[in-house]
């Protein structure tokens, strides 16, 4: 299986910047990096995706370290609707999406 | 319409039951996924159809029977189930399929069927 390691969990203030790591060790060249998030009581939703370079969208910014063994998902200003859990899936040839555990992440007021 | 629709939003069978949850979208996407979900635990993919063809069926038991009648349609079959397989079931589709082709492209997923077997 596809594995990713996040942290469990992480904080933050509203209206600061969030980064959330990612480690995708067993990557390969044909492999993309996935994120979604998951609000309470709610299907997952798709954030951003890529394979190489970084990434950005209306959303949030990817960066993907240049040997592609880990990522950073960037929100980069943090609203309380951010609360959720955000997974991070390496999709096999850019498919076979198996979640990971996923970070929890808290957003203070 | 950019939507995954699944029906019944709540579902409540006894182990002997037969019952149908059911997945739509209208997006023209040629691949479809079923995922479970427990409490606090991140979504476990099932079964994946590609251009209506089965082609990942992650060892599930066969009491969840998956159906693709044509390419919008997706329907998991259920039947003698037992409690622990009372969950949140998740219907994903994605433009792409999966045979053969790079980068299907990122998932849209339903709101999701809960499952309670009794």
């Known amino acids: 299986d596809a594995k990713t390691t996040q942290p469990n969990s992480m904080e933050s203030n509203e209206e600061e910047p969030v980064h959330l790591p990612c480690n995708h060790s067993?990557?390969?060249?044909?492999?993309?990096i996935h994120w979604y998030r998951q609000l309470p009581s709610q299907g997952p939703e798709y954030v951003i995706h890529?394979?190489?370079s970084n990434v950005n969208n209306r959303m949030a910014s990817l960066a993907i370290a240049e040997d592609r063994k880990s990522s950073t998902l960037i929100l980069h200003r943090a609203t309380l609707r951010d609360a959720a859990v955000y997974y991070c899936?390496?999709?096999?040839?850019?498919?076979?999406?198996?979640f990971g555990p996923g970070t929890r992440l808290s957003v203070l007021p | 319409d950019t939507e995954v629709t699944q029906t019944p939003k709540h579902l409540v069978m006894g182990m002997t039951n037969k019952k149908s949850l059911k997945c739509e979208q209208h997006?023209?996407?040629?691949?479809m996924y079923w995922y479970k979900q427990k409490a606090k635990k991140p979504p476990e993919l099932m079964f994946v159809y590609s251009y209506e063809k089965l082609s990942i069926n992650e060892s599930v038991p066969s009491r969840f029977s998956p159906e693709c009648p044509n390419s919008s349609l997706l329907n998991l079959h259920l039947h003698a189930l037992q409690p622990e397989d009372s969950a949140l079931y998740l219907c994903?589709?994605?433009?792409?399929?999966?045979?053969?082709?790079?980068?299907?492209?990122?998932?849209?997923f339903g709101e999701g069927s809960r499952l309670t077997v009794l």
């Open positions: 899936i390496m999709a096999v040839y850019g498919q076979n999406f198996v």
């Open positions: 067993t990557i390969s060249g044909t492999d993309y």
């Open positions: 997006m023209g996407h040629r691949a």
């Open positions: 994903a589709s994605s433009l792409r399929g999966t045979s053969g082709i790079l980068n299907t492209g990122e998932l849209f």
């Open positions: 890529g394979l190489t």
